[in-house]
């Protein structure tokens, strides 16, 4: 064979894969199952006459895909192909009847093309189906073939199910082999646990079970096994490409099966302690709606959850990834998700974000049904509470109040704490009116909301930082730690912004403790040591036709990256990136970076040494600053902290390190694919501890910093797990 043929072969095999899958008959979900009558013939099936499932456009605009996509291995006739098998006959039908057509329909928007899986998209997929269907006999006609896989769940293909094979001469196993018994493995599926409330509080130790672990936020890992005096004899236990796109998400681990988000709106289950897929679901998202990144799925009961590109949230059973519903949180157009949901006392709490004149929410729906429970509005509307603080304005001029990082939760206060961002019209606030009883406040931006999960009514709320005028958000995490305040321990709430000052507030009052400022900004020039009340410098204050050198950046000192805290010795581990931003005016009918007439840049604080990222150690008790690393490349993971005495956290230049959680000193790292970019987790398998990191550049934070270090590139984007063990 010549070196031409071979790579002929290659290229063909890869392809191969994609028109295999789709070697099978479909009815769509309608109370008239699919029967047609095909013309009896070689590789033919019988088949009872049916209602026409789709149009004779559909089937053209597919022969002409199928021929892009499928004729190279299934042949130009559908079933002469010289490496895949045929799409028509009794084998072609024996595969796949008397199962749910939505299986196929997914396996196919999964998987194919190999080389792109999902890239042609749910119309073009169900086009090439049309025309595999004609192809079997089925009649044209005035409906559509649908592109959504939710509207096939409920259908089986018809037929007599048995044992498929080619009809014709190539393509498949031969018609009748029986292949050897495949390896027996252990699947973990078959005996996994739903998960509950009090699991989520408190989980067991070796199991990672929402975005930060457990309710309250805090990102630590009670695991001792790595240590050290150890952890640099740390090896790859195995690795799993993801879809191409940014990928933020934080796996999530329960009784041995890792649960992950996949760029392009797909959950995949694996065998955490080999990698190897169990179950993978596709949104299939409607055309024009382009897929966004996300930063957590949650896991409830027998359901995991997660939010789409397309603004619902989707319930899959943890057992089979089949979805048990599917909720639009909105009707309106301009919401969007890139957060992920809370699930707390049997609601599914989630935020929106985007720039929808007077609204954005966080949404809870009942956890076993889907169904609408309540929706809170986090911009205060006129003539309710916090209403009178939009300088005047009215609902539909005012905008922003994002909630874009999942809520946390404290089961004993019984309340769920959201963050919320900014507004994104800046010149609405900027100049207070001369108005009794009304402010420039834009409530509920950057604050704190406790809301009751049962009715959806706020609690209290706490305002970090009224008219941010730069935004610079304050929408991360809310850690809940117990901590001695004025000799009783008490619930509090510890969460920062972009500026990297930390409010410490009480978490059953939403009573101010205290702030600590880690010195990247220059915003506020002081805090009220009895109030907490933050006094801005007018000298950062844009908008005056001047230009402003203001710290930090925009993309954050602190950002969404999370912090991790250890509860024994009350050290918050916080990762970090050291920049500053010109705010300089745009030429008057110019669009700035804020409305106020102003777009930001990017540069180095004024005394920086070339160094950017950092990762602080601070004691929340005493609010000293135990130690600080600093390095070249800025961070771009969270941080994760566990027992062993070990710290670990990733930056753009590719690197996962584990540094000592007493000193700072680099203990062990490694060089990955791709940009980390999620937060890193701990968990046990049979008994043997793993480390877990996400990669995927293309996120806001790995895109925000590398023109601070020219020389560190990341081209092409390979988004991955990896995950770690001890020999």
């Given at each position: ?554 993309g954050g000192a602190k950002s969404w990256l ?52 950092r990762v602080e150690a601070v004691n929340m ?96 984007r390979a988004p991955a797990v990896w995950v770690?063990?001890?020999?």
């Amino acid at each position: 064979m010549t070196l031409t043929n071979i790579q002929k072969v290659r290229q063909l095999a890869l392809a191969a894969v994609f028109c295999g899958a789709i070697a099978a008959l479909i009815v769509i979900e309608t109370p008239v199952q699919l029967h047609a009558q095909a013309p009896a013939g070689p590789g033919r099936a019988v088949i009872a006459p049916a209602s026409p499932l789709f149009t004779s456009a559909q089937a053209a605009a597919g022969k002409a895909a199928y021929a892009q996509n499928c004729a190279t291995c299934h042949g130009a006739n559908v079933d002469d192909g010289e490496f895949a098998p045929p799409l028509r006959g009794a084998g072609f039908i024996g595969n796949y009847a008397g199962k749910p057509a939505a299986d196929l329909f997914n396996y196919t928007t999964m998987k194919m093309p190999p080389a792109n899986p999902g890239s042609l998209g749910g119309a073009m997929y169900a086009q090439i189906l049309s025309y595999i269907l004609q192809q079997n006999g089925l009649p044209t006609g005035n409906a559509e073939f649908p592109s959504d896989a939710t509207a096939l769940a409920s259908v089986v293909i018809p037929g007599t199910p048995g044992r498929g094979g080619p009809a014709g001469p190539s393509g498949g196993v031969t018609a009748g082999v029986k292949l050897p018994a495949a390896p027996k493995k252990v699947n973990p599926l078959e005996k996994i646990t739903p998960v509950t409330d009090t699991m989520l509080q408190n989980p067991p130790t070796g199991e990672w079970l929402t975005w930060r672990r457990s309710f309250d936020d805090q990102g630590f890992s009670p695991l001792k096994q790595i240590t050290k005096a150890n952890v640099n004899n740390l090896r790859i236990a195995w690795t799993w490409a993801l879809s191409p796109g940014a990928n933020e998400a934080t796996p999530l681990v329960h009784d041995g099966v890792m649960f992950l988000h996949s760029p392009g709106d797909k959950i995949e289950a694996l065998d955490a302690a080999t990698g190897d897929l169990l179950w993978q679901y596709t949104r299939q998202l409607p055309q024009g709606v382009t897929a966004s990144v996300k930063r957590n799925i949650s896991i409830y009961g027998d359901k995991v959850y997660l939010g789409t590109s397309d603004v619902h949230v989707v319930a899959l059973d943890v057992k089979t990834g089949r979805v048990v519903w599917d909720e639009a949180l909105a009707t309106e157009k301009g919401f969007n998700l890139t957060g992920g949901p809370l699930v707390a006392k049997g609601k599914v709490m989630i935020g929106t974000g985007g720039r929808v004149p007077g609204k954005n929410y966080i949404v809870a729906l009942d956890a076993v049904t889907g169904k609408l429970a309540w929706r809170f509005n986090t911009i205060a509307q006129p003539g309710e509470p916090g209403g009178d603080s939009w300088n005047g304005h009215t609902a539909e001029e005012r905008n922003g109040a994002s909630v874009w990082i999942a809520g946390s939760y404290d089961s004993a206060l019984n309340l769920a704490f959201f963050g919320v961002a900014q507004t994104y019209d800046t010149a609405l606030l900027a100049k207070p009116v001369n108005k009794p009883g009304v402010t420039n406040d834009g409530l509920y931006t950057d604050c704190t909301l406790a809301i009751n999960p049962d009715t959806g009514k706020l609690v209290w709320y706490y305002q970090h930082q009224p008219n941010d005028q730069w935004d610079l958000d304050w929408v991360f995490e809310r850690q809940v730690v117990r901590m001695p305040v004025n000799g009783t321990v008490r619930p509090v709430i510890m969460t920062a912004g972009k500026t990297a000052i930390y409010d410490v507030i009480d978490a059953e009052t939403g009573k101010w403790i205290y702030s600590k400022d880690l010195g990247l900004q220059n915003v506020v020039s002081s805090i009220d040591p009895g109030t907490g009340k933050k006094n801005v410098d007018p000298k950062a204050l844009p908008g005056d036709g001047q230009a402003h050198m203001v710290c930090p950046h925009a993309g954050g000192a602190k950002s969404w990256l999370p912090s991790s805290y250890n509860p024994d010795t009350k050290i918050l581990y916080i990762p970090l990136v050291e920049s500053c931003m010109d705010l300089t005016p745009v030429p008057e009918g110019g669009r700035g970076s804020l409305s106020t007439g102003v777009r930001w840049t990017l540069r180095p604080r004024p005394d920086s040494d070339g160094r950017y990222g950092r990762v602080e150690a601070v004691n929340m008790l005493t609010r000293e600053v135990l130690w600080t690393e600093r390095h070249r490349a800025p961070v771009s993971s969270g941080t994760l902290a566990t027992a062993g005495g070990v710290v670990f956290n990733g930056d753009i230049d590719r690197f996962f390190r584990a540094y000592d959680d007493q000193t700072g000193k680099l203990l062990w790292e490694a060089r990955l694919s791709d940009v980390p970019s999620n937060a890193p987790i701990a968990y046990t398998v049979n008994g043997k501890q793993y480390i877990a990191i996400g990669v995927g550049n293309g996120g806001a934070q790995a895109m925000t910093f590398p023109a601070l270090v020219p020389e560190i590139q990341n081209v092409d984007r390979a988004p991955a797990v990896w995950v770690f063990q001890l020999p």
